[in-house]
């Protein structure tokens, strides 16, 4: 249990109890220090109060931080492809087949799992010690996933997805001969009318905005190597919107991507998360990382190290 006190000067009045304490301790999140407040772990001058209290000069704040607590999950000897880590992140390069966050069907051998072995430093988020998931990849999709350590990193890191200043890019192999080359998808993703697994484009009201730029790198027999620049987050969001051009993303099963005749098939759909560019949460700095094709992708793209992948 960690007690701090803090005594309010002139330069601190009328402004928010809430916004005062995540300034003054950054290692928490502003979510977090409401929750600390809704649980009457903050008092000023030894009464509770809300998390819009204005600050007056003279008052004094007593916050209590509880101990973390752990999650309720086991931590797994997993390996693990480390492209960067610090005490306020982690970034991975996630190979196909590994589910990122545990659900029904899949308790264990997960990303999370993983984490919670690797990470002897979690400082946890919300209380809790455990990752900080911020955005998630498919099983069956490959490449780089960036985990927040601490409620100051999560906070920041959701917030660059919210502002859309993070940059993802990935690679795919899709079906056919993309046309055009260059474009645009703006369509609405919604969960499948009839197949609950599956998302779908959507019309009018239905569905959450979704918009992934796109472009073909090379075309090759029977099907593209396509660069993908998603503006949004959607699940599923580059499957369907490659499916809906009518251009399936290969080996993609849920999505018209089987493959048939003399196409070449994947264990899994071909579909790789090959960079991103986030801004660190606590340096300001901007990182930029980049995750090479996989081998079962690489064997289908010939001259590929001429691509610069």
Known sequence: MQQLEFDIDPASEKIRLDVYLTEAQPEVSRNFVKKLIDEGRVQ?????????????????????????????????????????????????????????????GHPGGTLVNALLFHCTDLKGIGGVERPGIVHRLDKDTSGLIVVAKTDQALASLQNQFQERTIKKVYLALVKGQLKPAKGVVRLPIARHLKDRKKMATGTGDEGRAAETAYEVVLHMDGYDLVRLFPKTGRTHQIRVHLASLGHPILSDTLYGGRSRGREPALDRQALHAHRLEIIHPQSGEAMVFTSPVPEDMAKLIPNRESLGL
């Open 44 to 104: 000023v001058n030894q009464r509770p109060v809300k998390a819009n209290y204005r600050l007056k000069c003279g008052d004094r704040v007593e916050l209590e931080i509880p101990d973390t607590t752990p999650l309720e999950l086991t931590p797994e000897d997993i390996p693990l492809s480390i492209q960067h880590e610090d005490e306020h992140l982690i970034v991975i390069d996630k190979p196909a087949g590994l589910v990122v966050h545990p659900a029904p």
